[in-house]
């Protein structure tokens, strides 16, 4: 049953519709951006994997709030004021242009004026929304499935999160990449990043890895069904030579991190296992190598197990 909770989406299968979601997330992520105040490393913009699909969660505005929803099981786009206003409207096979009208739009029923960057970063080319006709595909299935597998991801290093009490990370969705991501600092200062991400200012991760970190998260690409992750910043000496878990993960020189394929975790006789130990060495691989204070930054999650109940 456990293996079964673990999707098969071959991201050949379903690209076209990566794409497109991949822009239409970036449209969300940019009206909280739009309206969040600011929080380290840029952890006020990103999205949250929900029991429906990725939500904004609770985003100011003026005196009250608003959130947006993309909902994978009914498949629509849901906005809800605190006033309790709705719009709403169908996930679809639809351009990027016209999803950008329809949320700005139903934005503006809301009373909620909003002006982002309208074209999207990360990703070369950056085609403004308004002009995107590109992208503009949606399978059901398919974002339904990603949805499930971003699920399963997000349990996982949720129970992994859990082992550190230093300063971590949420457990969110960078809409940038386009990837799920968890990562821990060893409360140390890092050389200023040198930037390189195409149509982002270097400035954006000059902020994102401004401490030295150890960072795992979940990609839809990098392999036949995507790919788990795991880096630190700076790499300490020999960090691409640690041997880690389980069968089939390695260090790419590319990519400049350790790749875990997700089918290889989606076919192991216990998938939490085999992530669990994989994001467990690679981690250990990044605090032994740059001699964290692992006594003080983690702790047994079930340390209070004995005084429930």
Known sequence: MQRQAWPRLRVADWRETRDTLHMWTQIVGKIRLAHAPPVNHWWQVTLYVSPRGLTTSAIPYGTGTFDIEFDFVDHRLRMRAGDGGVREF????IPVSEFYARTMRALDELGIETR???RPNEVDPAIPFEEDDRHAS???DSARSFWRQLLQAARVMGEFRSR??????PVHFFWGAMDI???RFSGRTAPEHPGGAPNCGDWVMVEGYSRELSSCGFWPGGGEEGAFYAYAYPEPDGFADRPVG???AFYSRENGQFLLPYEAVRTAADPDRALLGFLQDTYEAAADLAH???????ADPARWAHKAG
Do not use: M, N
């Open 164 to 169: 550190f009490i230093g300063k971590v990370s």
């Open 138 to 140: 949606y399978d059901a």
């Open 90 to 93: 169908a996930l679809e096979p």
């Open 246 to 248: 389980p069968s089939g």
């Open 116 to 118: 982002i960057q309208a």
């Open 181 to 183: 991501a968890c990562t």
């Open 292 to 298: 964290w204070d692992r006594p003080a930054l983690e």
